[in-house]
């Protein structure tokens, strides 16, 4: 199962959200991945914030946004919760996640106890 998680330097709720990313990360271990997508974002940029930050988990970039577009998303950020099979289990895009909401999305999309 995987956690994907569409981000951007510019974006405040981003900021806000991706150190609870970067715990569940930790947490999980082997039981769970989690990959950070850098939309529409400058890639210098992208990559010094998740280097200053220590996001322990790799970012992709996306500079042109498909991914969000192919999510028919509008605005950042907007987590991915893909089961072990590859499908999508949940699409989420609303208020930052702290640890709690996270793990309880997790555990109740994707049946990971972290």
Do not use: K
């Amino acid at each position: 199962p995987m956690v994907v998680n569409l981000w951007a330097s510019w974006c405040g709720p981003c900021r806000e959200e991706l150190p609870a990313l970067a715990r569940l990360s930790r947490a999980a271990g082997d039981r769970l991945r989690v990959i950070g997508v850098a939309s529409l974002d400058v890639p210098t940029n992208s990559i010094s914030f998740a280097s200053d930050s220590g996001l322990p988990f790799p970012s992709l970039q996306d500079r042109d946004g498909d991914l969000e577009r192919g999510l028919r998303r509008n605005g950042l950020p907007v987590t991915v919760l893909v089961r072990a099979d590859g499908a999508v289990a949940y699409v989420y895009q609303g208020a930052p996640f702290t640890d709690t909401t996270l793990r309880e999305l997790v555990q109740d999309r994707l049946g990971v106890h972290v």
